[in-house]
């Protein structure tokens, strides 16, 4: 699905525009910025507290938001799903690249009952999910099918538009079963004590990657850039990526005041971060690592279906790694202050 949106969009004027000199200009406009509702919001939160005018931030409720939103150039950086980020550079002519890895796997089989134990016991059953085309469809069909269930016969898949439909779902049928991200997971519980965490996928990706000569890890969220503001604008990238790394660090270490900032921005309500916070993986990984962890995440993707990468892996210019910019950003400060 979102593959085809945006092929669709590419065939645009829109695109023309995103592809041209003039669809960004190089004068002092704020950095525009989006994120969905989850983790990759929640670990901006601090900066988007700061209410810094050089900024300006956007929270979608749905996956399918964000790649128009690239294509038409409406937007300079956004979190978005690991998968999607190489769907967009292989379908833009290279025209983005990844900044950091900001989510690593949140991904949790949830059930209204108790019979599930194992991705064995998943056969047969009725799963609600929400973000097909991204991280979660790949992800569990790479489970399943490790496990011996194929995705498209021995289980159905209810694909929901977004995560809070796939939870109303999920709490309306008896013995339900869901594919869900944190915070939704926390969310979910809180309005029925029955709902129960079966399984991790994060814990299965780890058991299937067991004895891999080199093992990836499942990571759900990276940020990514438009390439041609981050050409026209490293300072400001540099600036965003430090800021985004404390960001992530408060996030991580306070969970009483990111709640607070996560509720106050509606992302979702305080007492459902509180408790969702130090499960969601929240992560800011860049440079080098990134890269080794996020190409290995892909290449696993791209062995089992390359659509789900945009046809092939990209090539190393997908990958942000202009001296670490947040090295590059305390550099320029200290040089600054030493003025």
């Known amino acids: 699905m979102v593959q085809k949106i945006v092929k669709a969009f590419l065939l645009t004027a829109a695109f023309a525009a995103f592809t041209s000199t003039c669809a960004f200009a190089a004068d002092a406009e704020p950095m525009r910025i989006a994120a969905l509702k989850g983790p990759t919001a929640m670990g901006m939160v601090q900066m988007m507290d700061a209410e810094d005018s050089a900024r300006e931030f956007t929270i979608a409720s749905a996956v399918d938001e964000i790649p128009p939103m690239i294509v038409k150039g409406s937007v300079d950086v956004a979190a978005v799903p690991a998968n999607l980020a190489s769907v967009l550079y292989n379908n833009t002519e290279s025209a983005v690249e990844v900044l950091a890895i900001n989510t690593l796997g949140v991904l949790y089989i949830v059930e209204n009952g108790d019979s599930i134990n194992s991705v064995e016991d998943l056969r047969g059953k009725t799963i609600y999910a929400s973000g097909k085309g991204a991280t979660p469809e790949y992800a569990l069909d790479y489970i399943l099918t490790g496990n011996g269930i194929d995705p498209s016969a021995d289980v159905t898949i209810e694909w929901k538009s977004e995560h809070a439909e ?14 869900l991200p944190q915070p939704f997971v926390t969310t979910a519980q809180m309005q029925n004590e029955g709902i129960r965490t079966a399984l991790d996928l994060t814990q299965e990706w780890d058991a299937l990657q067991e004895g891999s000569e080199t093992p990836s890890a499942l ?46 921005f509606e992302i979702v309500p305080e007492p459902v971060a509180k408790k969702a916070l130090p499960a969601c993986n929240i992560a800011f990984i860049s440079g080098e690592e990134m890269q ?28 942000y790694l202009s001296g670490s910019a947040v090295e590059a950003a305390a550099q320029t400060e200290a040089e600054t202050e030493a003025e």
């Open 166 to 179: 796939c939870l109303a779902a999920l709490l309306a049928a008896e013995n339900g079963v869901a594919l």
């Open 292 to 319: 080794q962890k996020l190409s290995g995440y892909l290449a696993v993707l791209a062995e089992q279906n390359p659509a789900a990468v945009g046809g092939q892996l990209p090539a190393d210019d997908f990958y």
């Open 219 to 264: 990571l759900t969220g990276v940020v990514i850039a438009r390439r041609e503001y981050a050409d026209a604008h490293p300072e400001e990238i540099g600036a965003f990526l430090a800021d985004y790394e404390q960001s992530v660090a408060f996030v991580n270490n306070d969970t009483d005041a990111a709640a607070a900032l996560v509720g106050k």
